[in-house]
Each structure stands twice: as structure tokens, then as C-alpha cells.
């Protein structure tokens, strides 16, 4: 490269950044001048903005889940006629006491194992936000009406046919009234906690 090259190639890069100076001050310019403009703007005032979250908010869940009778079924309590017309003896006291014992560990089981995932899998069928939330409220209300209804069970047995088979019976249909009463619980729950916006 000679001397008259090095010239050019210098005088070249020379208007390069002279072009890319006059880019830059140009930018600078523009945005000069939209910082002057927001500046003459009126700020937008935004005012204080007033929720109601008290007509959503639910501080407490009244009302007893009921399993076993509903006030809602009392017609059909003619349905609970004493079977063949023949009331059964009644259990010796110890083996009624044994068997309400083992009943209530088959149902407390059930309580702790089967039954959140019937909330959750019930709740979501109707559409209803988080109903693992409820697993708590409805343990505790059923456990609060599980002797009286354990006794209602056993009584329903005959003491002649009190094998296991006719306990397990007792237990599982204890069980699905469990169920028919979840699902009760859930259908009478107002619609604003249910997915429908009513």
C-alpha cells in the first residue's frame, strides 16, 4: 500500500463516522423532542379506584352437611318402613359396641383416603374453584355425625345375618350416603363459588 492509498482509505473511514455522527445526532434530536412533548402533555391523573371484594368474600360456611336424612328428602321417610314388617332383635350390647368400633375405622379410613378425591373429582364435575379448600369443613361436619349415623347402620342390620359380608355392606352404603351428601353440599352452593358467573 503506498502513501496516496493509506490517504484514501483514511479520508474514507473519516466520512464514515462523520455519517455515522450525523445518524446519531439526528436520533438524539428526535428524541429530544418527544421528551419536550411529553413534558407539555397534562400528566394523566388516575383517582383512588374503590373495590367491593366484601360481597365476594365468604367469612364463614354455615349450615351442617347432612348425611343420612336430608330436610330436603322428608317426603320420602315413609321409604324407611322396618323391612318384611319384623323388627330384628337387638344386638347384644359388647358385639354392638365391637362392630360400631370397626365400622368407624373403615369409615375414618375412608374419611382420610377416599374421600378428598371424591371432593376434588365432585367439584370439578360442577364446575366448582378449588374444592379441595371445602375437604376440611366437610370432614369435620361428617365426623360430628358419624356415630349417630354408624348406629342408624347397624341397627339397619338384622343380628341374624350380622356376618362380615352384611358389616362391609353397612360400611359401603354409609360410604355412598357420604357421597349423596357431598354432592348435596355442592349443588345447594351458591352460584358465584360455583364456575357459573351468576
Excluded at 22 to 51: H, M
Excluded at 112 to 128: D, K, M, V
Aim: hydrophobic share 35%.
Amino acid at each position: 500500500m503506498d502513501f496516496y492509498q493509506i490517504i484514501q482509505w483514511m479520508q474514507g473511514q473519516l466520512q464514515l463516522c462523520n455519517q455515522r455522527i450525523e445518524a446519531l445526532e439526528n436520533q438524539l434530536r428526535c428524541a429530544e423532542e418527544e421528551i419536550e412533548k411529553l413534558k407539555e402533555k397534562p400528566s394523566i391523573q388516575v383517582g383512588t379506584i374503590q373495590y367491593k371484594f366484601d360481597q365476594l368474600k365468604v367469612e364463614t360456611l354455615e349450615g351442617t352437611l347432612n348425611i343420612g336424612l336430608n330436610p330436603q328428602d322428608v317426603q320420602g321417610i315413609e321409604d324407611f318402613a322396618i323391612q318384611n314388617g319384623q323388627p330384628g332383635t337387638p344386638m347384644p350390647p359388647m358385639e354392638m359396641m365391637q362392630r360400631s368400633l370397626k365400622m368407624e375405622e373403615a369409615v375414618n379410613e375412608y374419611l382420610e383416603s377416599g374421600l378428598p378425591a371424591f371432593i376434588s373429582e365432585a367439584g370439578g364435575r360442577i364446575g366448582l374453584k378449588q374444592p379441595e379448600t371445602y375437604t376440611s369443613f366437610i370432614t369435620n361436619d361428617i365426623k360430628k355425625q358419624l356415630p349417630s349415623r354408624i348406629e342408624a347402620h347397624l341397627k339397619s342390620i338384622n343380628p341374624s345375618e350380622a356376618d362380615e359380608t352384611a358389616m362391609e355392606k353397612a360400611a359401603d352404603a354409609l360410604k355412598k350416603e357420604i357421597e349423596n351428601g357431598v354432592l348435596a353440599f355442592f349443588n345447594n352452593l351458591p352460584g358465584t363459588m360455583k364456575g357459573d358467573p351468576k
